[in-house]
C-alpha cells in the first residue's frame, strides 16, 4: 500500500466530519506508543512549554542517575539511550526553545557525570554535535533570545 502525501491526507481530513476525526484520532492513538505520546502533548502540555521542559528534565535527571560511570561502553549506551528521549521531546514540541533548553540541560548533565569527554572520541563527537544543534536552533530565534542563550551556552 502506498502512503499518501501530506497534502492529500490534509485535504481529506478537511472533507470529514468530527465524529469521524475523532475516530481517526483513537484508531492512530491506539496502534503506537509514539502517537499515543504525540497525542498527549498535543492536548495536555503543547499548552506550557515551561512546564513540559520542566517534566523532561526531571525525566532526564532520573535517567543520567542510572548511568553506569565505571565503564565508558555502558555510559555510552546509557547517554545514547537519554538523547534518544530527548530528540523524541524535541520533535513534539518543535520549538526552537524547548530545543536549546533541554539540549543545554543534557550537555550540563554529561559534563557533570566526570566522564573523560575529551579523550573518548565518541563521548566528545556526541558532545559536540549537541552544541552545533543548541547553535543552529539558536540561528532561527529572536537576537534578545539569542543573547540570553548564547549566556547558557557558553558555559557548555
Known amino acids: 500500500m502506498?502512503?499518501?502525501s501530506v497534502n492529500e491526507l490534509?485535504?481529506?481530513l478537511k472533507s470529514s466530519t468530527p465524529a469521524e476525526l475523532l475516530e481517526m484520532c483513537m484508531r492512530l492513538a491506539r496502534f503506537k506508543k509514539e502517537n499515543k505520546?504525540?497525542?498527549t502533548y498535543l492536548l495536555?502540555?503543547?499548552h506550557d512549554p515551561e512546564a513540559f521542559i520542566r517534566s523532561v528534565k526531571a525525566e532526564m535527571d532520573e535517567c543520567f542517575e542510572d548511568v553506569n560511570t565505571t565503564g565508558v561502553y555502558l555510559a555510552k549506551k546509557t547517554l545514547r539511550k537519554i538523547l534518544r528521549i530527548v530528540n523524541k521531546h524535541i520533535r513534539y514540541s518543535g520549538l526552537a526553545?524547548?530545543?536549546?533548553e533541554l539540549l543545554a540541560h543534557f550537555c550540563a548533565q554529561m559534563k557533570e557525570l566526570g566522564l573523560p569527554i575529551d579523550r573518548n572520541p565518541v563521548?566528545?563527537?556526541m558532545y559536540m554535535n549537541q552544541l552545533k544543534r543548541i547553535h543552529k536552533a539558536m540561528g532561527s530565534l529572536h537576537e534578545d533570545l539569542?543573547?540570553?542563550?548564547?549566556?547558557?551556552v557558553s558555559s557548555l
Open 37 to 39: 505520546e504525540l497525542m
Open 2 to 4: 502506498k502512503a499518501a
Open 44 to 46: 495536555f502540555e503543547a
Open 10 to 12: 490534509k485535504q481529506e
Open 146 to 152: 539569542q543573547y540570553d542563550y548564547s549566556r547558557l
Open 123 to 125: 563521548l566528545h563527537n
Open 97 to 100: 526553545t524547548v530545543e536549546i
